[in-house]
């Protein structure tokens, strides 16, 4: 047999981080490999990096320690052999790049007052590389994955989980992709959740007719709105929901057609503010800082929608905000006090 140049070098075009231990393999035809050297090229200007030197081993695979090379640099590799006779032979140049892994750092999230929270993330890379993508877990206490985003390209790292149980621990991750194809994850960020949730009681009676049939009666109660911690008024008038939620969760169903009016000043953005838990759903109303809109979400029997109103900007002055059911579907509208 003929001594066969060295193929398949494993890392051609791919892009690594020089901070990790980088594994280089590489198959060989013909005559045994009894040797083998690596030299590693700044591909710009073919200066030579690393080179190994003759190596006497039979394998096919060579670790670089983390940090032999720089990040952020295109190189090219060159894999030499030897047989048994002495004879040696080079693959051809193969080029792969560097770059460094992306840091995805979760913004703080302390207690959670609320079943539903907008987290939030930044992404960092030291090459100033642009992110592609990124993506968000949510795990319960025992780490076992419950839920997740869908895979997004926007710029903005920003997610609502909703439906998280008071009293409960929960872990995070946000995962993030570089546009060199590299991923960065932010490790699981344990939180708490914790809010009021009074039980649901509706007084009914029920008494059997003749005919095998039955009488229900029941008393009506009145629904007294709560919030998760006792309430400030503004002027007599708002209530203060800057760090706080305003919920009813007694005798609801979302069933039937209504219209809710209300007036709400000096909130918190990305989280809910207004919550309604119905014997069959629930509804929560939000104001999204990015956009510039009340969001409306509706969860009947496990379907959720999504409405939205129409842009109003957030100032010193408070909001009229409308929401409507008929035939099932909702409406929302919102325009700005003067």
């Known amino acids: 047999m003929a001594l066969q140049k060295p193929y398949n070098i494993n890392i051609r075009g791919q892009t690594l981080d020089a901070k990790d231990q980088i594994k280089i393999t590489w198959q060989v035809s013909g005559d045994p490999s009894v040797a083998y050297q690596i030299r590693i090229y700044r591909n710009s200007n073919n200066a030579l990096i ?24 295109e190189y090219k590799i060159q894999v030499t052999i030897w047989n048994q006779s002495g004879l040696s032979i080079s693959s051809d140049n193969e080029i792969f790049q560097t770059s460094s892994r992306p840091i995805v750092t979760i913004d703080s999230i302390g207690t959670i007052p609320s079943p539903s929270y907008s987290f939030g993330a930044t992404y960092y890379q030291a090459e100033t590389i642009p992110l592609r993508s990124w993506v968000v877990y949510l795990y319960d206490s025992n780490k076992t994955k419950i839920s997740q985003s869908s895979i997004s390209i926007e710029p903005n790292i920003e997610y609502i989980f909703s439906n998280m149980k008071s009293g409960t621990s929960y872990y995070i991750e946000f995962q993030v992709t570089s546009a060199k194809g590299l991923v960065g994850t932010s ?41 998760t911690k006792s309430p400030i008024f503004l002027d007599g008038t708002y209530i203060d929901l800057t760090n706080d939620t305003f919920s009813w969760s007694e005798g609801f169903s979302l069933s039937q057609d209504f219209t809710i009016k209300m007036w709400i000043k000096s909130f918190k953005s990305n989280v809910d503010l207004f919550v309604l838990k119905g014997i069959n759903g629930n509804l929560s109303l939000q104001y999204w800082e990015n956009d510039q809109k009340f969001h409306l979400i509706k969860e009947v029997y496990g379907f959720k929608s999504h409405y939205v109103s129409e842009p109003v900007v957030k100032g010193d002055t408070g909001f009229f905000v409308c929401l409507q059911q008929i035939f099932s579907d909702m409406n929302i509208f919102a325009e700005v006090i003067n």
Do not use: C, R
Not at 203 to 224: C, F, V, Y
């Open 50 to 73: 690393h080179d190994t030197g003759k190596i006497t081993s039979f394998a096919q695979s060579h670790t670089l320690p983390s940090n032999t090379i720089a990040n952020g640099i």
């Open 187 to 227: 490790g699981l960020v344990s939180f708490t959740v914790q809010y009021q949730q009074p039980d649901i009681k509706v007084n009914l009676t029920a008494e059997n007719t003749d005919n095998a049939g039955m009488l229900i009666s029941w008393n009506t109660i009145q629904i007294i709105g709560t919030t």
